[in-house]
């Protein structure tokens, strides 16, 4: 085709668009490493300080323990509620189908802010506390839809009769969902699980309304960004949950291309 | 005990689906009797949508009767879940499960049922050889080829020696020189292991080469039950004639008749064709059916008493025989059928030949409707 035509407009492109996303991240790692409060050129020198005061922080270790404690709930109970929607949509045929699936993909478009706003409303009436569990259950209702997405997807890519496969061999439907449906979707349910808990472990907008004196990593570090002196801090512990996330992010990806290929050749 | 593998008692099954402020009924299967006799290899043939599924899955316990009571091996199956009945199935799209190798798949109820381990793998063992794939144990389902994969499903069925083996167009994803195998591989095992054996399909050359006995079904009621000879050489209607096989169709006033024959007016002609089970007064329309290789033609010169005067409007060259597309002289399509023996010209009626068409009497009958 015509690739050769114009080599160096799709590269220019291409570059342009990987210079303005990672080059800001790559600085902010850089000057992690920066023997200086302001983030400035030229370098000052290489440290690892920042790096180390992060660990005697115990306000910003308890903020981790939160967002931890948070993300692993709230992504756990998502994908089992998120799971048993998927189920529902997929292998039976509900009334009122497209509406259920309507209102369950709705936290995916309404902003944030609002959500947070509301829950707050709503948590206030019904004499919830603000706390990281109430940050958790608003953690939970976003999640559902991506775990339910997740798990859709992979279920759709499967003969729809294996349970019934497996009850004719005598299982009960447990039985069979057990030893048949679950392990099948193993591996949508983790990366269901883990995409759930890096965005609980990253959400701000809702937690910074919800957690009270609870605040989870996200709502700690916006609150640290007001002292000058803290910042190097804040960009270290950046650069460390960049990672972490990317990381896990890509892995989410490897686990999903993985899961895909035999449900391909075997599902036809 | 019974006769009878399965009974099926009256048996209504309503599928009701909505359509905006609409509730539409579908009757998949209506008020249907029919029992099944034990060790049998007996099929179910119609059109999709003809309710042959729905039928297999109301065995299986998939689905439940609108009303109307299933018994297997004499006991009422009604409330019985799917997997307490004493029948497996053989599904359309096999349903191996993706993620346990063919041994596990194999031992799936075995492991259900808690056998112990080792009389487990020797019967596993000895299912997969029953099929012929005693070294494919370790292997996954997406490793191997249709046809083997159609030899797990049955194996993994086999292995709980069920009273009832139910196969759902096992061999319909496979081509056709493997289908032709399997199906002569299918019945020999029918044989060997004495199971009834409930086969659905909409393949009428299937269903002829391996069935016992055979329901031909439409709309969700059985139009005929027979064995294969009697489906083909004397159909009870127009729906099993034309489903079955190839088939003419003439319309004819009644002349005369006793029980063994019937004299039928054709236009100008009279015809004599075979009496069926309905009765007719003289002057009444009767419909009568002749297969196409049953057909004799013969030179436009050479009319017979019984024959009737058509011309030739396509010649089909198709090896072993010679298709004749005629045109009677009603102006109706008429197909006959003439195999290429030693004894037979070619080219005996070119196109445009004007040919006197006769049958045995015997091979021509009276449908009832």
Same mark, same amino acid.
């Not at chain 1, 960049?242 to 036809?268: C, D």
């Not at chain 2, 030739?312 to 006959?336: C, M, N, W």
């Given at each position: ?26 600085l ?35 903020a ?13 109970? #998502? ?21 259920f ?45 991506y775990?339910?997405?997740?798990? #859709? ?26 030893r048949?449906?679950i ?7 983790? #990366? ?48 460390i ?28 | ?5 399965v ?51 109301l065995?299986?316990? =998939?689905?439940?009767p ?24 053989? =599904?359309?799209?096999?349903a ?17 049922k ?7 793998e ?10 012929q ?6 292997r ?14 049955l ?6 020696q ?10 319909g ?16 095992l ?6 009834? =054996? ?20 439409n ?68 419909? =009568?059916t ?11 010169d ?37 195999q ?9 009626f ?20």
């Open positions: 085709m015509n690739t050769r035509r114009f080599p160096s407009l799709g590269s220019i492109y291409f570059l342009a668009i990987i210079v303005l996303l990672y080059l800001p991240i790559a902010l790692i850089i000057f992690s490493f920066n023997n200086a409060t302001a983030m400035v050129f030229p370098f000052k020198g290489f440290t690892l300080q920042w790096y180390g005061k992060l660990f005697q922080n115990r306000e910003l270790l308890k981790v323990g939160n967002s931890l404690m948070v993300g692993l709930c709230s992504s756990l109970i #998502a994908t089992t509620l998120g799971t048993m929607g998927a189920i529902a949509i997929v292998r039976y045929n509900l009334p009122g189908r497209t509406v699936l309507a209102v369950a993909a709705l936290p995916l478009v309404i902003p944030y802010v609002i959500l947070g706003v509301s829950l707050l409303i709503l948590f206030n009436e019904f004499g919830i506390p603000l706390s990281a569990f109430a940050a958790g259950l608003a953690h939970v209702i976003i999640s559902i839809p775990a339910m997405l997740i798990v #859709a997807a992979r279920l759709v890519g499967f003969p729809n009769n294996l349970e019934e496969a497996a009850m004719d061999l005598g299982a009960t439907y447990w039985g069979a969902l057990l048949v449906t392990p099948i979707c193993s591996p949508a349910l983790l #990366a269901a699980f883990l995409l759930c808990f890096t965005m609980s472990f990253d959400e701000f907008a809702i937690a910074s309304f919800l957690v009270g004196v609870d605040a989870t990593l996200p709502v700690y570090l916006y609150s640290q960004l007001r002292f000058p002196t803290r910042l190097p801090t804040v960009v270290a512990l950046a650069a949950l960049m990672t972490v996330t990317i990381s896990v992010m890509l892995f989410n990806e490897w686990l999903r291309r993985a899961g895909q290929n035999p449900a391909k050749r075997v599902g036809k | 005990m019974t006769e009878n593998a009974e099926i008692r009256n048996v209504t099954k309503l599928f009701s689906s909505k359509r905006g402020k609409n509730t539409e009924e579908v009757h998949a299967v209506k008020g249907m009797n029919l029992s099944i006799p034990r060790g049998k290899f007996f099929t179910l043939l119609g059109p999709s949508g003809c309710g042959k599924t729905t039928t297999l899955r065995i299986a316990g =998939f689905e439940q609108t009303s109307g009571e299933v018994l297997i091996q004499g006991k009422p199956m009604t409330n019985v879940p799917p997997n307490l009945r004493p029948v497996n199935t053989v =599904f359309q799209n096999y191996l499960f993706p993620h346990l190798n063919v041994a596990r798949n194999v031992g799936f109820g075995l492991e259900i808690r056998t112990p381990r080792a009389e487990r020797k019967r596993v063992q000895e299912a997969l050889e029953l099929v794939l005693g070294e494919m144990g370790n996954k389902p997406s490793q191997l080829s249709g046809g083997q994969q159609q030899r797990v499903a194996a993994r069925a086999l292995v709980n069920p009273s009832v083996l139910l196969l759902d167009e096992p061999l994803a496979l081509d056709l020189k493997l289908r032709k195998a399997m199906q002569i591989e299918l019945k020999q029918q044989v060997q292991v004495g199971i009834t =054996f409930i086969y659905v399909t909409h393949d009428q050359e299937e269903a002829l080469t391996m069935s016992d006995q055979i329901a031909v079904m709309k969700g009621l059985i139009l005929q039950l027979g064995d294969p000879v009697t489906l083909y050489e004397r159909p009870a209607n127009r729906f099993v004639a034309d489903f079955i096989g190839e088939s003419n169709f003439l319309q004819g006033k009644f002349l005369a008749g006793d029980a063994e024959i019937t004299r039928l007016q054709v236009g100008e002609r009279q015809v004599v064709v075979r009496s069926g089970e309905r009765t007719f007064t003289p002057g009444q329309e009767a419909l =009568f002749i297969r196409p290789e049953k057909i004799l033609l013969a030179a436009a050479q009319a017979t008493a019984g024959s009737i005067a058509g011309v030739v409007q396509e010649v089909i060259y198709i090896g072993t025989d010679t298709r004749y597309l005629l045109q009677l002289a009603s102006g109706q399509p008429f197909i006959a059928r003439v290429n023996g030693c004894n037979s010209a070619l080219n005996e070119p196109k445009g030949a004007q040919v006197q068409i006769s049958w045995r009497p015997e091979d021509a009958h009276i449908l009832a409707n």
